[in-house]
């Protein structure tokens, strides 16, 4: 099986460089980051002090394993923290984070890498988040006696660690030394596949946005196109996403303002999105505070956000809020605008996010099936201040309710 491991990482590599020689250009970020890595990461690693390697597949993850970062750092100065990303997605917007002494890529997990790997940064412990199995890694630092972590866990039932066939893939799961896992559903699946060094914590993520919101950014411009209005925030949506939403201001046009921050904030999505818009619309870099000023004086419009990493501080102003992807691969991160007490609606594609299901069965949270159900839900909620309240109020308690992952995975490991 390991051979059969390595000749399908072979072929995903193949492809990557393939992709990347075809223009794609999050696999040529993906290449190139990686390129002579053994030459480059001996000078950036070069210290005497103990390390704590923290691992994520991309930025998701990332927030994830943030506040973990961060008390360590606060409660155990004497480490330095070795942070290491798969995807481009997730260093190139966060290698420059002050919160590590290291951001890097993970070089590919092979043998010969992992034990390169591992000689160069020495870490004590590891930690990787929720998803990332790198069967080189694990072995390597269990045969080394270095403890790892896995953090903020969601094992479903269909996974192939717990097939009929998953005998070798159950070796993956005996590698880590403790296994934190969000819910359990997940405990009682490991259970029954033997792995028993598990504890629940729920998801680090709560706490990362309770630190978030906490401390959210006073927009000033984003206040003044607000104004005094109603306002839905449509956060890290996509074209199936914004399909609805527009056909939405159209059919229904209430008195509200929008805020919609794509997913993709490339030049030419940011102008097809303006030119499908019915409505007054504006972009956050474009906008001055006489401009935000007269446009909250109007009952409806819209802006744009498109730049990076405010979104979690304009959720603040928004009443009722749509988080987008779940028309597409599965939904982003819905925590960030429950966290300010507003009620969360998002597409069908929600079951393998806990946070999503919990919001749900809340009532704090809404899914929307397509065009009906997006009207439905919106409409009660603009329309009924009640119904927002209550469901807002509900929204904001669950985030609270699901604080102190951080803490129980600090007790358990720095005993």
Sequence with gaps: MVLFYDLSLLC????????????????RLWVAGRRNWKQRYPELCRSDRPAIWVHCSSLGEFEQGRPLMEDIRARFPQYRIVLTFFSPSGYEIRKNYQGADLVCYLPADTSANARFFLDLI???KAF?????????????MKKRGIPVYLVSANFRDEQAFFRPYAGWYRKFLECFAHIFVQNERSQVLLSEAGIHNV???????????????DAAMELPLVAAFRGDSLCLVAGSTWPADEDLLIRFMKEQPLPVKWIIAPHEISEHNIQ???????LPVVRYTRLSREE????????????IVDNMGMLSSVYRYGDVAFIGGGFG??????????????????GPRYHKFQEAVGLIASRGGFSVEGYAGLKEHLSRLLLDSEARREAGNIAGAYVASGRGATQKILEKVFV
């Design 12 to 27: 995903y590599i193949l492809a990557i460089r393939l992709a990347a020689l075809w223009g794609n250009e999050k696999a």
């Design 122 to 124: 020495r870490p004590e």
């Design 128 to 140: 990787f988040i929720k998803y990332e199995f790198w069967w080189h890694y694990l072995a390597e």
């Design 199 to 213: 504890t629940i914590t729920g998801d680090t993520r709560f706490d990362r946005v309770c630190r978030v919101s």
């Design 272 to 278: 097809r999105l303006m030119e499908a818009i019915p």
């Design 292 to 303: 935000g000023a007269h446009l909250g004086d109007a009952s409806s419009g819209v802006l």
């Design 329 to 346: 691969k599965g939904i982003h991160n819905t925590l960030e605008a429950a966290a300010f007490s507003i009620p969360v609606l998002f």
